[in-house]
């Protein structure tokens, strides 16, 4: 979505299955902030490309049961050919190489991607607020998924430890959120959110490579290294400034 040209975010939706296609249709189409452009099934290998390149969407919505290469690569596509599309990745199956894969796939272009377990979204407010973060350029993984990535990483050994929960609040914390709107976006009291910093907090300042005097600021960077997001941010910033 171009910043200051429109509040709306044109949605197109992939959905294999009908019942959820019925969801979408009915559901997001009550959101002022939303626009369902199209609500298909996932059909045959690049109708989605052809979807795309017609509809030109803020943000392109695929929930499969599980990705295949096929998938993969249509989606690759899409993100080298339309950089500017932001994608969100429903899955009820996965595995370490879709991961890694997608991982890549996210740092790929210049906006916003969200991978999620579909059992994870539980209500349409948060499916709602992850398609207008993803248009904004953020990039959220769910807390699950987040610690299979990190599992992989020997170079995080902070992050292993940090509860779904934790994650999931560091996720928030790392995308600028204050304690009250992490409390309001998860549904739960500010006092749990405070329990929640604290103790990881704690698990930081037992790591000698952080600086634990902005616990806070380093817990933020260190998950935004991991997902590669700062790093791109960076780049994109360096490369703006050479020209």
């Given at each position: ?22 969801i ?12 369902i452009?199209?609500v298909?099934d ?6 989605m ?5 017609e ?8 929930s ?15 993100r080298?050919?339309y950089?500017q ?6 899955l ?15 740092l790929?272009?210049e ?31 769910d ?8 599992a992989?990483?020997p ?16 996720s ?11 409390a ?13 910093l604290?103790?990881?907090y704690?698990?930081l ?11 806070r ?27």
């Amino acid at each position: 979505m171009i910043q200051g040209k429109s509040d709306t975010v044109s949605l197109y939706v992939v959905e294999e299955q009908e019942i959820y296609r019925e969801i979408y249709t009915h559901v997001l189409s009550l959101k002022d902030n939303i626009e369902i452009l199209r609500v298909a099934d996932n059909g045959e290998m690049g109708a989605m490309t052809r979807a795309v390149a017609e509809l030109s969407p803020d943000v392109l919505l695929l929930s499969v049961k599980k990705l295949d290469i096929n998938i993969i690569e249509e989606l690759e596509q899409i993100r080298n050919s339309y950089p500017q599309i932001g994608i969100v990745i429903l899955l009820v199956f996965y595995s370490s190489q879709d991961i890694e894969l997608l991982r890549r796939l996210a740092l790929s272009g210049e906006s916003g991607m969200a991978l999620f377990l579909k059992q994870s979204l539980d209500k349409i407010e948060q499916l709602g607020r992850t398609i207008l973060a993803v248009s904004q350029g953020q990039v959220i993984l769910d807390p699950p998924l987040a610690t299979f990535m990190f599992a992989g990483k020997p170079e995080c050994p902070f992050l292993k430890q940090l509860t779904t929960r934790e994650l999931e609040i560091l996720s928030l914390l790392s995308q600028g959120y204050t304690n009250s709107a992490i409390a309001g976006t998860l549904f739960i009291d500010i006092k749990t959110v405070e329990h929640h910093l604290n103790s990881m907090y704690s698990k930081l300042k037992a790591d000698p490579d952080y600086n634990t005097k902005h616990l806070r600021v380093s817990a933020a960077r260190l998950y935004l290294e991991t997902m590669g997001t700062l790093y791109q941010k960076e780049d994109s910033m360096a490369r703006t400034a050479g020209r």
